[in-house]
């Protein structure tokens, strides 16, 4: 495999015109980008409410994320009553779950039966890639030139890109003189990877890492953990459903819904109101022992609503978190190095585990800390580290290199498409110190576009398909009210989106998540501006928030 984040895009081989040539067929109402749960979501509706729709998906099979994230151990950390389509009573009671936390092929039969259940797959185009987007302004619609060097009119562009889909490796130096095979999480091989008696090295300690780790640790000679970041994690005590689960969530899925609509995480957790500090000791002693027993971030997400405001008070649950984890790790030096202090519990993504901590008792287990000693380069044979003493440096030797390194997080997929608005307005111009847009949802300049997830909206910090519901349910609502009404055209302006990019911005200042380096704020990424990309006010409170926008006649929007 090739080094460098250019090797992480789908590459095609058919010919490109130099100039994009004039659209083969008549506009169709809406082209929607990528076919994960946002694009299949919004394709059915669409459909359903008689819109021309095509879906363009880079993926050689529907499923976004579940179809390029086939690493051992992937799963999901939402239960799985929750992680789901609710737009059809049929489907939901058709459809039997097998884990409280589903693994990845699972999730990506479910939804590769969803498109063939409501026929989908005969308006998705797959293997193929929109490369450039722009706006005409004399004609009102949207020209979108693909890989194969197709160029697709539409009315509406929605881009359905996924918040977690661009793969990042760092510009580690020397990666392209490693001799062995090398695989990022998140564009695994379809015929996976042997590690028999090889010698793995995993980079990276994230959720994924998380989940990879004790799967490699399984079958791998020796698996090497190098390690930037101690990381917090919750026992995710997944089981298979027990008899009759299935039946009664099918019983209760209307109920479900409507909590998780309301929720804040759009999942079935609601935090407690007042301080941890206000109760005594032994009751939050007694309250965390109960949430880690039920496995999951429960202490956090059903926790007081302070944890992610009050420093003092989250010390509390991080100490808590901190004491159990240490209680996993048999060797002092490693559990030293394995427990998180260097940020508050919860700022940065809190991942689910099976073993995880366990898994550095092995005897084929390493941890390199690579904050006492960090990598230098990687070399033919592997990865040469510092090792503390000046001019010596130590290799570890590797036959296959996983990197479980993370993603350019909710815009960086939207940025890899050259997307220009009216009068050639450049998406990536505008955004550079900060993506600005109207609820996530729109941004001015770019006339009849929507960004399903997009940054400013809750996206990341909830349970994502519920998140996406209510886009792909307001875009279907805004084009039906357009078609009513007559309207070829919607924009927002600047003021409208600056209004709430400080309102996100502002949320976000309350927290303790603005303190610490995460992808959430997109520090992961060299020279990507600094800043918090996701509404904090909770799902239920958005969803309030763009319904009222959408009853007072879809407030801070213009039409034409
Ligand atoms: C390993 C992992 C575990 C996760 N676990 C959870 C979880 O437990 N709970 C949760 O709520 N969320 C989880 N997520 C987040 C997950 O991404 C969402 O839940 C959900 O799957 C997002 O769906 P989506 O359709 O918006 O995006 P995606 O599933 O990412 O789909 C986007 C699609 O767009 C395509 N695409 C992008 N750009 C282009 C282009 N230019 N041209 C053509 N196609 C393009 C991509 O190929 C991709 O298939 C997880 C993410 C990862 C990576």
Redesign the pocket.
């Known amino acids: 495999m090739e080094a460098g984040p250019s090797a992480m895009t789908t590459t095609h081989t058919s010919a490109r015109p130099d100039a994009p040539a004039a659209p083969a067929e008549p506009p169709v109402d809406v082209l929607v ?7 299949l979501g919004m394709l059915y509706h669409l459909l359903e409410r008689g819109f021309s729709a095509r879906v ?4 050689d099979d529907v499923g ?6 086939r690493y051992p151990g ?1 799963r ?3 239960p799985t009553e929750v ?1 789901q389509f609710f737009f059809s009573k049929e489907l939901l009671q058709d459809w039997d779950w097998t884990h409280v936390y589903p693994a990845q092929p699972e999730i990506l039969s479910y939804l590769r039966h969803v498109a063939d259940r409501f026929d989908l797959r005969r308006h998705i185009s797959l293997e ?3 490369r450039s987007a722009s706006f005409n302004d004399a004609t009102g619609t949207w020209r979108s030139t693909l890989d194969t060097g197709e160029v697709v009119e539409s009315r509406f562009l929605v881009t ?6 661009d793969p990042q490796v760092p510009a580690y130096p020397g990666l392209e003189n490693f001799r062995g095979e090398w695989h990022h999480t ?1 564009r695994w091989p379809h015929s996976g990877v042997d590690f028999t008696g090889k010698r793995v090295g995993v980079i990276g300690t994230g ?2 890492g998380i989940q990879v780790i004790p799967e490699i640790a399984k079958e791998a000679a020796h698996l090497t953990v190098f390690q930037r970041t101690a990381n917090f994690s919750f026992p995710a005590r997944n089981r298979p459903l027990r008899p009759g689960e299935m039946e009664e969530f099918k019983a209760s899925y209307d109920a479900i819904h409507a909590e998780i609509r309301a929720a804040k995480l759009g999942q079935r957790f609601a935090p407690m109101p007042g301080s941890a500090l206000a109760v005594p000791a032994e009751v939050r002693q007694r309250f965390y022992e109960e949430s880690w027993a039920r496995g999951n971030a429960v202490l956090l997400f059903s926790g007081w609503e302070d944890l992610l405001t009050n420093e003092e008070a989250n010390a509390t649950a991080a100490d808590f978190v901190r004491s159990k984890i240490a209680e996993r790790i048999d060797d002092p030096e490693t559990r030293d190095s394995l427990l998180p202090r260097n940020h508050p519990l919860g700022t940065k993504r809190p991942p689910l585990d099976t073993e995880y901590f366990e898994t550095f008792n092995r005897d084929n287990v390493t941890l390199v800390d690579l904050r006492r000693t960090p990598i230098e380069e990687f070399c033919d044979g592997g990865v040469r580290v510092q090792t503390g003493v000046p001019d010596e440096s130590q290799v570890h030797e590797l036959d296959v290199l996983v990197f479980a390194t993370g993603f350019d997080a909710i815009t960086g ?1 939207l940025l ?2 050259d997307i220009t608005g009216s009068g050639g307005m450049s998406l990536r111009e505008k955004w550079q110190d900060g993506p600005l847009t109207y609820l996530g949802l729109a941004t001015a300049g770019f006339p009849n576009m929507f960004t ?2 997009g940054p400013g909206s809750p996206a990341v910090i ?4 519920t998140a ?1 519901e209510q886009h792909n349910e307001w875009i279907r609502d805004c084009l039906v009210y357009m078609r009513d009404h007559g309207y070829q055209r919607i924009e927002t302006s600047a003021t409208t989106e600056e209004e709430w990019t400080v309102h996100v911005s502002e949320l976000a200042q309350e927290t303790l998540l603005v303190k610490v380096d995460s992808w959430y704020m997109g520090s992961n990424i060299p020279g990507k501006p600094r800043r918090f990309l996701s509404y904090l006010g909770g799902v239920g409170t958005y969803g309030d928030v763009i319904t009222g926008v959408a009853a007072k006649d879809y407030d801070g929007f213009t039409f034409g």
């Open positions: 980008i990528g076919a994960g749960f946002s694009g363009v998906e880079a993926g976004g994320t579940w179809y390029w994230n992937c999901c950390d939402s992680y193929t890639r929109v359905a890109v996924g918040c977690l889909s998140s959720s994924s997929p890899e498409i399903i997830t909830s349970n994502m398909p996406i």
